[in-house]
Structure formats: structure tokens, C-alpha cells
């Protein structure tokens, strides 16, 4: 069964840094483009960043490029965001998605973990 499951969110101050995690179970993770995505309160879902396995490109918002930097690890079926500098405008629950490479949506979903930053 394809899963997603997210970790690593919890509060952290204006400045500092977080690791958000996300394991890939099934078949999602051989082939697949990763990404992350964030929902703020009152807020449509928006794009934050992604990953391809094979080829390692990455692609980032403008509004976190230089300060997030997504990675994986394809011995654990894993992908990463390190979120540095962060700012209160980056609260939001963070999702992590996959897609096939020819794909034009995300098909799986992860169940979402909580970001807050506090001024």
C-alpha cells in the first residue's frame, strides 16, 4: 500500500531551523517525484518544493528559495526539508506528495505535519 507519513514539525522561533521527514512506503518512492507543499490558515495549498529520484533536480518557490533546501535518501525512502531562517509567514501544515515523472498532479498525499513559527 503507497503511504506517505510526515514528521518532524513543532514550533521554533523567528531565525532557527527545522527538518521536516517523509517516508515513502509501496511503490511511490522508485521513479517518483517528491514534494512538499504547505497550507496556512485561511490559505489555498501552495507549493513549496520537490525532488525527482532518478535525476536529483530540484525546484523551489520563490518564497523559500535560499532558505529550504529538499533532499532524499533513497536508501530509507525518505525525502527531507530543511527549512532555515525561518519566518512567521512560513506557519502552515506541511504536506508531502508524490507524483509519477510524467505526471501533472499529485496522487498520494501524506497526512500533514504542523510548522509554527513565532516572532
Known amino acids: 500500500q503507497e503511504q506517505l507519513v510526515e514528521s518532524g514539525g513543532g514550533l521554533a522561533q523567528a531565525g532557527g531551523s527545522l527538518r521536516l521527514s517523509c517516508a515513502a512506503s509501496?511503490?511511490?518512492?522508485?521513479?517518483?517525484?517528491l514534494g512538499w507543499f504547505r497550507q496556512a490558515p485561511g490559505k489555498e495549498r501552495e507549493f513549496v518544493a520537490s525532488?525527482?529520484?532518478?535525476?536529483?533536480?530540484?525546484y523551489y518557490a520563490h518564497s523559500v528559495k535560499d532558505r529550504f533546501a529538499i533532499s532524499r535518501d533513497n536508501a530509507k525512502s525518505t525525502v527531507y526539508l530543511q527549512m532555515d531562517t525561518l519566518k512567521p509567514e512560513d506557519t502552515a501544515v506541511y504536506y508531502c506528495?508524490?507524483?509519477?515523472?510524467?505526471?501533472?498532479?499529485?496522487?498520494?498525499w501524506g497526512q500533514g505535519t504542523q510548522v509554527t513559527v513565532s516572532s
Open positions: 525532488i525527482t529520484w532518478t535525476g536529483g533536480n530540484t
Open positions: 506528495a508524490a507524483r509519477t515523472p510524467n505526471g501533472n498532479e499529485y496522487t498520494y
Open positions: 509501496g511503490r511511490i518512492f522508485s521513479s517518483y517525484v
